[in-house]
């Protein structure tokens, strides 16, 4: 079965940093990728997702993730964090069995401090 | 467009009961997907439906169930509640079936059991 692994439940950067949140991922064939955000008490926004069209994947809010078979990683980066950026993000990723179903990560909580 | 909507927003029940969450899709979105959330199993996957039929159903007992109307909203039903129902339930649509769809989430239904 598919599955992902976040390294870090929780990560701390300062405003203006760099982000970077791991997301690692096991599957025998290139599969779907997704990263999702959730704000306190709402639900999941779609950032990006990969689909094998491109190895750099831009998304909203100045995210990007790239995809690395050799390393089967899908990491989320942002070049300067901002305050508003602070919440859960969730890697997440679909069968191979033709369902659109998601299976996700345990999650990574951004801290953003001034 | 109207995003994906769920009622009620806040739910909370004594163990024994059953409760009924309710789910509107994106307009002209035809599958839906139900998860649910908790701070020990993360997001887990319930079940997906297109076309009024269940294609898909994660590892959750029978108590929970759901259904899908002609106008692709979806219910989903919890009898005989307990204590580790408590969560939040996620809804999302996608426009159609398969792996390379995007699912859109809701803002959720935060069901507390006591």
């Known amino acids: 079965a598919q599955s992902v692994t976040q390294l870090g439940s929780h990560v701390s950067v300062s405003e203006g940093a760099l982000v970077l949140l791991r997301c690692n991922y096991s599957?025998?064939?290139?599969?779907?990728l997704f990263w999702y955000v959730q704000y306190p008490n709402q639900g999941l926004q779609l950032l990006l997702k990969?689909?094998?069209?491109?190895?750099l994947v831009k998304g909203i809010n100045g995210f990007e993730a790239e995809f690395k078979k050799s390393e089967t990683s899908f990491h989320l980066t942002k070049p300067s964090a901002h305050m508003s950026d602070a919440a859960e993000y969730f890697c997440a990723v679909t069968p191979n069995s033709g369902y659109s179903t998601l299976t996700f990560g345990k999650g990574t909580m951004l801290l953003v401090s001034p | 467009k109207a995003g994906v909507t769920q009622t009620p927003r806040y739910l909370i029940k004594t163990r024994g009961q059953q409760v009924t969450l309710s789910c509107s899709p994106i307009s002209g979105h035809r599958s839906v997907s139900w998860y649910q959330q908790t701070p020990g199993q993360g997001l887990q996957f319930l079940f997906e439906?297109?076309?009024?039929?269940?294609?898909n159903k994660g590892n959750f007992p029978g108590r929970f169930s759901g259904r899908q109307f002609s106008n692709s909203r979806s219910e989903m039903n919890v009898s005989t509640l307990e204590l580790g129902d408590s969560a939040l339930y996620l809804c999302?649509?996608?426009?159609?079936?398969?792996?390379?769809?995007?699912?859109?989430f809701g803002p959720g239904t935060r069901l507390l059991v006591l």
């Open positions: 999302a649509s996608s426009p159609g079936q398969g792996i390379q769809e995007t699912q859109y």
């Open positions: 990969y689909t094998s069209a491109a190895t």
């Open positions: 599957s025998s064939v290139p599969p779907y």
């Open positions: 439906y297109f076309s009024e039929t269940q294609r």
